[in-house]
């Protein structure tokens, strides 16, 4: 029998349990990006060839909620491990198509990952009529994709970016592609590197941006549209220790359209798991502009 003492101390115990949870959202409301923190795997690759299940679970210890995956290892071999540390996929890095047909084997891989987001990339130097080719091509890409149930993004680096008769090819992409068949996964870094404003694009085409890369460019870097200096000094650090104004990106993110993020550092002066720490760290920590 419920009596009146334990009625009132479970309803004490409930407003208290509330409460908490309360300013646990206030908290979140006040957070930069509140959602999920993932990780683009490539930063651990040579941890993860070596040892995936556990370098998983490393990554789940840090805190990251989601990862990136590629289509380097079996999906069969890959699901178990991320259940088993907890983690959740829900974009897949794969190669750009050549032609229609090529694309169907790799919507059958992501079916099989689970993903939702069919991501591909290659930083090319093409003309701008070969630009409005290869928007043809994702065009019927992204069709495909929509009808498996995924969505087709793209992923720029930054030869994308290079001035072609008063355009460049990610713009060839965003205007000749129907925004619901082509969105894209925007590099912070690379866009960056390549002397452009994100929050331009973000403002220029509300929506076509579900996931971001976060990645930080040294101070003081100079980038380039045309080159990447191979053997320089190395142009990535942790995220917040960089030149890009992450308050300034996140403050966009509604208008951009973003579901998720992913952390990636493609050369790390520290271990990488170490590196992905003090991202992690810095993102969870991050609060909106004031």
Excluded at 41 to 53: G, H, M, N, Q
Excluded at 64 to 89: I, W
Excluded at 147 to 158: D, K, L, R, S, W
């Amino acid at each position: 029998m419920l009596t009146r003492r334990t009625f009132l101390r479970v309803a004490a115990a409930g407003a208290a349990a509330a409460g908490a949870r309360c300013r646990e959202l206030w908290a979140e409301a006040g957070l930069a990006w509140p959602g999920p923190i993932g990780l683009e795997l490539y930063t651990v690759r040579d941890l993860f060839a070596k040892d995936p299940a556990g370098t998983l679970k490393q990554v789940a210890a840090v805190g990251y909620k989601e990862v990136e995956v590629g289509p380097g290892v079996k999906p069969a071999l890959l699901n178990p491990d991320l259940r088993a540390a907890g983690l959740t996929a829900p974009s897949g890095y794969f190669d750009v198509p050549k032609t229609v047909d090529d694309w169907k084997k790799t919507v059958e891989m992501g079916k099989s990952f689970g993903v939702r987001y069919l991501v591909v990339g290659d930083n090319p130097r093409l003309d701008a009529d070969a630009w409005k080719r290869r928007a043809d091509l994702f065009s019927q890409c992204g069709t495909l994709s929509l009808a498996a149930g995924m969505q087709f993004c793209y992923h720029a680096h930054f030869r994308e970016f290079a001035r072609l008769d008063g355009t460049c090819g990610y713009d060839i992409m965003l205007t000749q592609c129907d925004a619901k068949v082509l969105k894209m996964e925007m590099d912070v870094f690379w866009a960056h590197f390549a002397g452009v404003e994100p929050i331009d694009y973000f403002e220029r085409y509300p929506g076509r941006f579900p996931l971001l890369h976060i990645k930080d460019l040294k101070k003081g870097y100079k980038g380039s549209t045309t080159d990447f200096p191979e053997h320089g000094p190395n142009p990535f650090v942790p995220v917040g220790q960089g030149s890009i104004d992450w308050q300034k990106v996140f403050a966009h993110k509604q208008k951009a359209g973003v579901k998720h993020i992913f952390v990636e550092q493609d050369e790390c002066d520290v271990p990488p798991l170490e590196a992905i720490k003090i991202s992690f760290q810095y993102l969870k920590g991050l609060h909106q502009a004031a």
